[in-house]
């Protein structure tokens, strides 16, 4: 084995670590996000359901309630969080087969 392919396989395994780092590290970010986010709306909707405005809210019958409003944030999140991994899955793909996650090869 030459030095250049022993040098090259380095690389290709440094590289495949940092993607799978890099992959897993955001994998773990956006889902904390989301769940931060489910029990940040879950709190602020028990407590709109739990406090009456002290003053008439004009056109209030036409406002959502806090659970629609709760709901639709949370389809929103559930969204931006899909797209999210479907970028990182797209970039992972454009890389070379050398730097790509041992799962992502052997999925294929």
């Not at 590290?25 to 904390?32: G, H």
């Not at 003053?55 to 969204?79: C, H, I, N, S």
């Not at 479907?86 to 999925?107: K, M």
């Amino acid at each position: 084995m030459a030095f250049t392919d022993t040098l090259t396989d380095r690389f290709e395994t440094a590289g495949r670590t940092a993607v799978e780092n890099a992959t897993d590290a955001n994998t773990r970010i956006v889902d904390t996000v989301v769940d931060w986010n489910e029990k940040a709306v879950d709190a602020t909707v028990k407590f709109a359901d739990r406090v009456e405005a002290p003053f008439a809210v004009p056109f209030a019958d036409q406002l959502p309630t806090a659970q629609e409003a709760g709901k639709r944030y949370m389809e929103f999140v559930q969204r931006a969080a899909d797209v999210n991994r479907d970028v990182q899955n797209r970039v992972v793909e454009l890389l070379p087969a050398a730097y790509q996650p041992v799962a992502a090869t052997t999925a294929k």
